[in-house]
């Protein structure tokens, strides 16, 4: 029987998790700043444009890549600020593990709703018959 070797017990020295955990709201102020910026820019790109059922169908999948794009950096930022509690590889894992479970189901969730929103949008776009 192949014996498989533990994993060695290593611990994060709290200095580095204070020092991260600071980081990881520096770069939560930064991307909300961005993400302000990029919607503000969007909404007047297509406030320019002229009122028809294929900018307003764009408007709704736009919007809600926005929420979404803005929930899962929420996620992103809120699991690396979870790794800054892990105190071993064994808790880095364990969040690891729960975030790509719980994201997978995000995405796919999103993923239908954003194509269901576009498949609407075009359907409003194509001319009676």
């Known amino acids: 029987m192949v014996q498989i070797p533990?994993?060695?017990?290593?611990?994060?020295p709290q200095q580095l998790r204070d020092l991260t955990e600071r980081n990881i709201k520096q770069a939560r102020v930064a991307y909300g700043h961005l993400v302000d910026a990029m919607v503000q820019i969007t909404g007047l790109w297509m406030a320019a444009l002229p009122t028809n059922p294929l900018t307003s169908g764009f408007k709704a999948v736009q919007d809600r890549?926005?929420?979404?794009?803005?929930?899962?950096?929420?996620?992103?930022?809120a699991v690396t600020t979870e790794l800054t509690t892990a105190k071993n590889i064994e808790d880095v894992l364990a969040i690891q593990r729960r975030f790509a479970q719980s994201q997978m189901q995000a995405y796919a969730s999103q993923a239908q709703e954003l194509g269901r929103l576009a498949a609407e949008a075009a359907k409003s776009f194509q001319p009676a018959s």
């Not at 533990?6 to 994060?12: G, R």
């Not at 929420?67 to 992103?76: D, I, L, S």
């Open 6 to 12: 533990l994993i060695p017990h290593f611990e994060v």
């Open 65 to 77: 890549g926005v929420r979404f794009a803005k929930e899962n950096a929420e996620a992103g930022f």
